[in-house]
């Protein structure tokens, strides 16, 4: 990562000191900006916000204490790296705890001062990368496809507790959607213009779970080189995304309850309580309460978390959502493999939508991406041999039971667009095809636009 233009704040009231210190950071290729007092700082008109802040402790006046203090105070973020004589140590001790970055005692090292300088830049710069992506994240409610009824009702469970800032648990099997789901809970509420952070709790060692989760300071174990921030922080007034939460550990339960209900934690090698507003939503494939009686997992911690549980049904209890998924995952795909592809065999269709999807959705997007990558001309290329050999299907292939779905799919798409095919918010738009391809498959299935007016659910089906 290139800190070719970082900003660095020198306070010091020594001028040669901070003048050398300037000059040191601006032969790095940084910027560098001086102050002689911790009130000219305060007083200075400050545009950007710096990647970093070198503060002497011993200031006259104010201390370098003082200054991070007003600076917790008034929110402003800024890695601080504490410049010290050998008599503050107590002082600067004080300010690691408080969240100082990191300290040299002088007379110091030039590269060790440029080294410390970027880390905070580093630091900074991933955290402000990190925020910047879960906020500009495309993902929105309408990347949930799906018309089924047992979709719909989770739909109406997230408009209902979206708004609020309760704790939502999610449960559903592995591949069925439960980040999509998060990411809409958060997308519709009040935190949407804030972060949300992710953690999959299963794919992180316990032993490191802890540090991910509340941060740590410099020093707190082996290898914690510099003070990070932990996810909690990270999603400051935004919401924290939990998944797996079944695979936390009995030991960290206790500190992540604290979290959860009390909204405060200390960082690792911390005696400072931090203070946060989060919004929780957490998810698992586990049965938590089997794990409850098995001891495994807190009955107290499950309460906490199970104010507003959500079950999001497996691929299999949605099968009239498959020929929608696989035309939406189509169009997705091959838009971004620049491949042209308007159509899809029915027999084709046929196996996806009655085939067993032990993955879910997941496995189905998978399954379709390789067929895309597969597929040379304009129709898709599906494996159906392979598919077979990996998963037999439960039931044998209806055709009749196929065009069916595709028919009511249609239909409903229509009724939603008012009878509009093309355009914006139109029925091809919804399920994802072409106008042509959408208007071929109405011929083909004898629909018109007439039927809409009939409501979809009282469309009988197709001969």
Known sequence: MSDTGALVYVV?????AREGVAALIRSAGLMAKIFGSAEEFLAA???KIPSCLVLDVGLPGASGLDLQRELAKSDVQIPIIFLTGHGDIPMTVHALKAGAANFLTKPFDDEELLNAIRQCITSDEEERLYLESEIRSDH??????????ALQKVLEQIAIVAPTASTVLLHGETGTGKELIARAIHNLSSRRDRAFVRINCAAIPSGLLESELFGHEKGAFTGA??????????????????DEIGDISLELQPKLLRAVQEQEFERLGSAKTIHVDVRIIAATHRDLSAMIREGKFREDLFYRLNVFPIEIPPLRERRGDIPLLVNYFVSKLSREMGKKIK????QAMGVLANASWPGNVRELENFIERAVILTQGSELNVPIADLKNRMPAPRTVSLSTFHDAERQAILEALKAASGRVAGEGGAAERLGLKRT???NKMRRLN????DTSQGADKITPSP
């Open 447 to 450: 629909i018109s636009r007439a």
């Open 12 to 16: 010091d009231d020594d001028p040669s």
């Open 140 to 149: 929105n409610f309408d990347d949930i496809v799906g018309k089924s009824d």
């Open 343 to 346: 159509s899809i065999p029915e």
């Open 45 to 47: 008109p400050r545009p």
């Open 225 to 242: 080189l510099m003070q990070k921030k932990g996810r909690f922080e990270l999603a400051d007034h935004g919401s924290l995304f939990l």
């Open 437 to 439: 391809t959408l208007q």
